[in-house]
């Protein structure tokens, strides 16, 4: 009976589209993950729009409350600014399934213009589908304007993971949400600790803009200042814009979210920070200890702290234990660095049952979020018993540590800020940066900009131009002249592999956490040095022996912090197939090219690319024209700019001669 049911189940896959449901949590995929259950397919329309906050779906929001719960009303802080959405939600849809269920995400990119997207399942390996992580020119073409794409792959590894648009600026202006993937208790080595697991507990935390996220990128770029302001969002709500209440003449707040629990149970709190800035956020609850039990997906031996920081990308999962009298409490959130400087922080309320249910009116203050006492996972701090970095967490070996003695490829990668004239930023004529008041120094990886190929390197490596890869020739002299291109780095299949990245620390108030795509890594160690530090003194510690590695239980990560002035060892086994993004997920840096791509295996090695699977870049396909359309289409600056639009004429005209016959 039970099993006809599950079969039902799994063969009605069921579709959720932007008019049906303002929520996902009650969709079928979201049930109780038992032991031997029969995975399901878990099927969702994404529906991308340009969109506002306080649109007309608020009504009065928010001189009436009620309005701003309104099905497609995005209140977020009360600032009415252009956003993009998914389903007109703001995040989009929380995605809760079971481990082994599969999922398939309909997208429909109906964004105005010709704005193209792609969405990636961040901490998902995708082990076997490469081709549905996402990431524009690296394993798909993007999805153009008025086209849809689905995405499907299996949820084969647990725990709390997100999904983001991983093109342009759209994860900024609000294309995320949360992808939660539960395991069955038995397996989770801290079930015993609590009794619930929510779907309405997934925290997605970020920081966010007063205007569109381009107008900040391009003042930062070509200004050099910044008139938007950055505030704070709690699963896209909180306080700041002021309102005057036309019956009352009251200052009213867009409300906060409201966090339930009932006295003397414990709760699995899920927090997702989805920041796009550098914005490490500190999290807290005021009066409450939390215990630390997860990060990216994987569980660790339970600490107990006052306060940690989540780096944007990372993921940490607590537990809370409703001990204390009823009433309301703020979990608190806290920016820094970028989100220092506006003094950006939210709230949302952790209301007991039976708690007065009336809203706290006015925002609260940046200091009073200050949280001492133990903290996990410190922006640049060395470790000490109060400040415990994550290489110190012991993991709980659920998960095959796979990690050899010595490994079988070992890189260094320094990131950093370096003082190198962009010429895609600076014009070396007009405007070099040697005449510019208000430089941008580009963040790199080991002094090389990662370039985004012209067709997708999974599905069309042989499309791309050979000149525009990194080769020692043309990365032979990074510190004095701006290099791009296109960076991978090579390992073979099943290689141990040991990335130590350095953040040499030029500018002191920065941070770099890095993602890695299709796998997780163990973090083997980790040390902030002094202010800063070098490539060479780093190299130098490691030829001594002087770093020491934990290769027994160190924690299982996707996304890890780089201490300004010191580095962080990664190590993990290449057992996937693919070309994988290694980025800054600080959005402008990663934008501008902070980042590699690890190719796992040769092309043969790969899976094949699902039948029809689209392409794209192919006004190349004129066979000898190739390499001159190139040429003209990424207009090189080494030719005066009157040299290139004369060969182009050329070309075209001997092109089109060509084609007409
Ligand atoms: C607020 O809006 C709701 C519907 O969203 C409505 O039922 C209620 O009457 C409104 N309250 C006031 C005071 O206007
Ligand atoms: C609200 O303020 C305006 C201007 O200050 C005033 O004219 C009006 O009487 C006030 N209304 C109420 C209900 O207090
Ligand atoms: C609830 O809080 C409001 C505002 O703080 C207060 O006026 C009211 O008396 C409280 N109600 C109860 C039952 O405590
Ligand atoms: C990790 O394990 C080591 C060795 O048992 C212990 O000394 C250390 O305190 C543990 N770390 C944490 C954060 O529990
Ligand atoms: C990058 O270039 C700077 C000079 O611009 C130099 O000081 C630094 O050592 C270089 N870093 C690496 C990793 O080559
Ligand atoms: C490196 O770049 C600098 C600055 O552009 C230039 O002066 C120097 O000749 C270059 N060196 C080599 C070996 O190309
Ligand atoms: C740390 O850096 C400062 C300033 O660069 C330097 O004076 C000091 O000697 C360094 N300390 C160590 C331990 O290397
Ligand atoms: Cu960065």
Known sequence: ???????????????????????????????????????????????????????????????????????????????????????????????????????????????????????????VFQKGSPHHDGVPMITQCPIESSSTFQYKFKADNRGSMYWHAHAGLQRADGVFGALIIREPAKGDPSSHLYQ???????????????????????????????????????NGRGAYQDFIHPDTNQTVYTPYSVFRVRKDAKYRFRVISSSILKCPIQISVDDHDVTMIASDGVPFEPVVVSSFVVFPGERYDFILDADKAVGNYWIRARGMLDCAGDKAKQVAILRYDNANETEPSAPTDYESAVRGGKLLNPLNEKGSPDQMPVSWLNATLADPLNLKEKPDKKFYLAVDFNKIDNYRIHHE??????????????????NISNKEPPAPLLTQYNDVPKELFCTPENTRNCSNRFCECINVMEVALDDTVEIILIDEGSFSSTNHPFHLHGYNFRVVAMDKINISTTLQEVMQLDTDGLISRNLETPVAKDTVTIPNGGYTVIRFKADNPGFWLFHCHVTFHSLLGMGVVIQTGDLADMPPAPKH???????????????????????????????????CILIWMKWSIHNSQ
């Open 429 to 446: 004529l007009y405007y070099p940066i040697s005449a510019t008041e208000k430089d941008l120094p580009m963040p790199q990886a080991n």
């Open 1 to 123: 009976m039970a099993s006809t049911l599950h079969l039902l189940l799994t063969v009605a896959t069921i579709v959720w589209g932007q008019h049906e449901l303002p929520t996902y949590e009650t969709h079928p995929c979201m049930r109780e993950c038992v032991d031997g259950g029969t995975p399901m397919t878990c099927e969702y329309t994404f529906t991308l729009e340009y969109y506002i906050v306080l649109s007309k779906a608020c009504f009065a929001c928010p001189s009436n409350i009620t309005d701003c719960y309104r099905p497609h009303c995005v209140a977020a802080d009360g600032v009415r600014r252009p956003i993009i959405t998914v389903n007109r939600m703001l995040p989009g849809p929380a995605l809760h399934v079971c481990q082994h269920d599969t999922v398939v995400v309909n997208v429909d990119n109906r964004m105005e213009g010709s704005e193209s997207t792609a969405i990636h399942f961040h901490g």
């Open 613 to 647: 699977f689209p392409r794209c870049g192919n006004w190349r396909y004129t066979g000898e024209t190739n390499g001159d359309m190139m040429f003209c289409s990424s207009g090189h600056r080494l030719v005066s700019s009157w040299t290139v639009i004369i060969l």
């Open 196 to 234: 619930h697991d929510l779907p309405e507990h997934a925290l997605v935390v970020h920081d966010w803009l007063t205007d569109m996220t381009m107008t900040r990128y391009t003042e930062l770029a070509h200004v050099g200042v910044l008139t938007s302001k950055v505030t704070m969002l709690i």
